[in-house]
C-alpha cells in the first residue's frame, strides 16, 4: 500500500521526535519511529502522517523517502529543502515550523514516542 509522501509532515514529525529525544536520535531508530507513526496512523485514521512507498528491508520496514532525506537531505528533482533546513546531522536545527502538522498526528507522535522512545534499537 502506498500513500503520497509529504515530505512537511516528515520533517515536522522528525523534529518531534527528535526534540522528545534531547536532540539526538539513532537514524534506524528515527526510521523506524516514523514507520511506526505511520501505522499507528493508519490504524486510528487510515491515513498515514508522513505516507510514501513502504519497502521492507533486512532490520525490518521503512520508508523509502524518508531513507533518501537522511541520506541526501533532499528527495532527488524536489526543490523542497525543508528536511535539509530543519533536520542536520539528524539533529532538529530549531527552525522547524509547524504549518502543516496538526493535533492528530502529533498525538500519534506523542503516543509512539511514549510507547517505544526508550526502546533500543
Known sequence: MNF???IGKATEASCELLQRA?????????VK??????????DRRNIP????????MRNGPVTSEVLDLINSGRLFGDPDTRWDECVSDRRPSGRCAR???WNGPATAVE?????HGSDDV
Not at 534531547?22 to 528515527?30: D, E, H, R, S, T
Not at 519511529?33 to 493508519?42: A, E, F, P, T, V
Open 4 to 6: 503520497r509522501f509529504q
Open 22 to 30: 534531547g536532540g539526538q536520535l539513532n537514524i534506524m531508530k528515527l
Open 33 to 42: 519511529l516514523l514507520y511506526l507513526l505511520d501505522r499507528l496512523s493508519i
Open 49 to 56: 502522517v508522513v505516507g510514501g512507498d513502504y519497502l521492507s
Open 99 to 101: 504549518e502543516a502538522f
Open 111 to 115: 503516543a509512539r514516542a511514549n510507547r
